[in-house]
């Protein structure tokens, strides 16, 4: 007697008529086109934001006052202690005031700056931009204190997809990096220097992977420092950050955390380290052109206290 074997069930959903199945396919990367790196000094700007902000004691107070649109003068006063180095484990501090006086000229291709303060130091900082993919950076600080005085010139190469830098400075002082794009998110470089005074050389590595919400760096040297951070964007306005640093030679340990919260009128970065060091800065709007600073810091371990506050006046 002959069986009817019904044919088996299709294992695929049909479409419906005059629908047509939905493909997604990956977006290909081209190798040929990638975007250009940031310099390999900077790979850990935006961590430095949160995690190494400007902190200072005591009384502070800049003026600035344009007298056209690229030259610009600075007046600058500082009143708060100064530490003293000692082999006391306390921090010993002596009473102080100085006053800067500063002229800039920026320009879409060169930048200008130079300050100079009533102890008789001078800082002077050019940018030039000698094509559209090289780039001159100068500093120099003049003191009268012997052996003090460094003056330091790079020469920055911008390419399709790379960059390049070349430094020398006082001492005998010899540098070069070089930092590549190998993914739209990834980029690898190294340095190389060489310090005639002190008879010392050095080669490091790093990596950086960034992409609209989180930057991650590594770093690492022969010097035996290794250096690690996150920056996670929370938001348009609040970016969280982390940094791991270890000495190798000294077998020291340092793990950093930071914030960086952005709002309409102020903006308040702070950070909080494992040798107990908390510290916060607050920058208040106040009108256009003016704004206050408020700034603190404690070391529980050295039972060091700062506190600063000052003003800013112009753009």
């Not at 600080?141 to 460094?150: W, Y």
């Not at 310090?195 to 490091?204: A, E, F, V």
């Not at 790093?206 to 690492?220: E, H, I, L, S």
């Not at 270890?246 to 909080?272: E, P, W």
Request: net charge neutral.
């Amino acid at each position: 007697m002959a069986t009817f074997v019904s044919p088996p069930a299709s294992t695929t959903a049909t479409q419906p008529t005059g629908l047509k199945p939905t493909v997604i396919e990956k977006e290909k990367v081209d190798y040929l086109n990638l975007p250009c790196p940031i310099p390999y000094e900077e790979i850990h700007r935006e961590a430095f934001m949160s995690l190494k902000p400007e902190l200072f004691e005591g009384l502070r107070f800049d003026f600035t006052k344009g007298l056209n649109p690229k030259f610009a003068l600075s007046h600058s006063v500082l009143m708060g202690p100064t530490e003293i180095p000692s082999q006391s484990p306390e921090t010993i501090k002596i009473p102080t005031a100085h006053y800067e006086f500063g002229a800039n000229y920026l320009d879409p291709k060169l930048m200008l700056v130079g300050r100079i303060m009533t102890d008789g130091r001078l800082n002077a900082r050019i940018k030039c931009d000698l094509s559209e993919n090289l780039i001159l950076k100068s500093s120099a600080q003049l003191t009268n204190e012997p052996h003090m005085s460094n003056v330091m010139a790079s020469f920055d190469y911008k390419g399709k997809d790379y960059r390049s830098q070349f430094q020398l400075g006082s001492g005998a002082l010899f540098g070069a990096s070089y930092i590549q794009s190998v993914t739209p998110n990834v980029s690898l470089g190294g340095e190389v220097f060489w310090t005639g005074q002190h008879r010392k050389s050095g080669i490091g590595y790093g990596a950086r992977y960034n992409n609209d919400k989180m930057v991650a760096t590594g770093q690492v040297a022969s010097t035996g420092m290794v250096l690690l951070s996150y920056v996670q964007k929370v938001s348009e306005k609040v970016s969280l950050a982390s940094e791991f640093v270890y000495n190798h030679m000294s077998k020291d340990v340092t793990a950093t955390f930071g914030y960086d919260y952005i709002l309409r009128q102020c903006r308040l970065r702070g950070k909080i380290d494992s040798n107990g060091c908390v510290g916060a800065l607050l920058e208040e709007r106040l009108n256009l052109g003016l704004n206050f600073i408020l700034s603190a810091e404690i070391d529980h371990r050295k039972k060091d206290y700062k506190f600063g506050f000052g003003m800013t006046v112009g753009e």
